[in-house]
């Protein structure tokens, strides 16, 4: 299936990785320097739709999976598949689909944590960095826990590790609705469209996606990775923060960068978590311009 969004052509496609089959939306030439880009919760792959028409307008080859447990992408069962572990190597099996040995990679939210996680472990497949909104994993492991105002702030994690009354609070068919509202709440007014929040909704409403979008909090409390060997990051990073954000402390952001040897950080002072959509067209000349650095 194929879509045209402002002149970009969109190309859907399943591309089985890891174990798993995830829906991409692709654009740009084929021949282009490679973009993985990575939405968070709760979203889809058209929470990246900026990123990805201006990339492929530059000339990238741009990838914007659902992940694991998301919209129209396989819903595994269990906790267990929901390891960030297993998130990252999904993008190194959609780098190895497309043919390519490493890519950039573009992560917002728990994609940004996916993405951290990857140029952690696995840098020989990370060519450069965009972290939007989510700090260092060290970093935010440690204030999680020993951070009050974090551990304030980072309540609804918690709240989400009780079984299946999350899923009936934000994913019901009589709650999300209230739920989309909620979300565009914590965004600056307007930055959510009616349209985009009701195609939210439409992926919201995929069997299994409820569980399957929750279970990635799950897992980051019950199924934590193994201990990193080398907690810095040797790939150049670029990490773009919204200062109103409601759920993350913008003081994570200075450890974050000084856990990198090669860093930029660009403020939002007016925008918030949902910074792609506050800033669409400021995030996505930044984002241009250090990929083309």
């Not at 089959?21 to 058209?46: K, M, N, Q, T, Y």
């Not at 099996?93 to 497309?98: E, L, V």
């Not at 979008?213 to 199924?223: E, P, Q």
């Not at 990073?237 to 003081?251: E, H, P």
Request: charged residues 25%; contains cysteine; aromatic residues 8%.
């Amino acid at each position: 299936m194929h879509e045209v969004i402002d002149g970009i052509e969109i190309e859907h496609r399943d591309i089985v990785t890891n174990g798993v089959r995830l829906h991409c939306a692709i654009a740009g030439p084929v021949d282009g320097d490679l973009v993985i880009a990575l939405h968070g919760f709760p979203e889809f792959w058209r929470g990246m739709t900026g990123v990805i028409v201006s990339l492929a307008r530059a000339g990238y080859r741009v990838v914007a999976p659902d992940q694991r447990g998301y919209n129209l992408s396989e819903k595994p069962e269990g906790i267990d598949a929901y390891n960030v572990d297993e998130m990252a190597l999904d993008v190194v099996g959609i780098i190895d689909a497309m043919g390519r040995e490493s890519a950039h990679v573009v992560g917002h939210d728990w994609g940004a944590a996916v993405a951290w996680w990857l140029a952690l472990t696995r840098p020989e497949r990370v060519r450069r960095l965009v972290v939007i909104n989510v700090p260092h994993p060290s970093v935010f492991a440690r204030e999680v826990r020993g951070n009050k105002k974090q551990m304030r702030k980072s309540w609804y994690i918690f709240a989400i590790q009780v079984p299946a009354v999350p899923e009936r609070v934000a994913f019901g068919r009589r709650t999300r609705q209230r739920f989309s509202r909620a979300i565009a709440g914590t965004a600056n007014p307007g930055s959510f469209t009616p349209d985009y929040l009701a195609q939210l909704r439409e992926a919201w409403a995929q069997p299994g996606a409820a569980q399957g979008m929750l279970n990635w909090y799950r897992a980051s409390v019950r199924r934590r990775p193994g201990r990193l060997t080398d907690k810095r990051v040797h790939v150049p990073t670029l990490i773009i923060w919204g200062r109103k954000d409601v759920a993350l402390s913008d003081t994570m952001v200075q450890p974050s960068a000084d856990l990198c040897d090669d860093v930029r950080v660009e403020w939002f002072d007016d925008a918030t978590h949902w910074v792609l959509h506050d800033e669409p067209e400021r995030t996505s000349a930044l984002i241009l311009d250090f990929l083309s650095a």
